[in-house]
């Protein structure tokens, strides 16, 4: 049986650096959102924290909840689903567009912030 390769140009990527940066994207998120990065950031520490702020970056992580979920689910699905994971074109382009998620996720953390600050 012969296995014919669907890599038209002749470059390969290992899917492992795709799904590190999906990993290190999450964690980054996670530590923006639930470890309090965003709010230290944009609002303070201590007795210098705006809790008007807070409560704003607080909105801004509920909104960047959604596209982080949707960028989870499509990165376990990616490599869940035996016809996407040994479909190398198809791997590559889910696992590029979680990341693209991921970052649109902290972008509305990072915008968001800005304007909870203001």
């Known amino acids: ?3 014919i390769s669907e890599r038209q140009n002749g470059w390969w990527v290992s899917p492992a650096l ?3 940066a999906n990993c290190l994207l999450a964690v980054l998120w996670a ?3 639930a ?3 965003g709010e230290a950031a944009f609002c ?3 007795v210098q924290r705006d809790p008007i702020c807070a409560s704003n970056v607080e909105f801004v992580v509920t909104l ?3 596209p982080a979920v949707v960028a989870a689910a499509v990165v376990l699905v990616s490599w869940a689903l035996p016809g996407v ?3 190398p074109q198809r791997l590559d382009a889910l696992l590029t567009m979680a990341a ?3 970052v649109f996720a902290e972008g509305i953390l990072f915008v968001g912030g800005y304007v909870a600050k203001a």
């Open 100 to 102: 693209a998620i991921w």
């Open 1 to 3: 049986m012969q296995v």
């Open 64 to 66: 960047s909840l959604a």
């Open 85 to 87: 994971r040994r479909r």
């Open 35 to 37: 470890g309090g990065w």
């Open 18 to 20: 795709p799904t590190i």
């Open 44 to 46: 303070g520490e201590g």
């Open 31 to 33: 530590f923006s959102t």
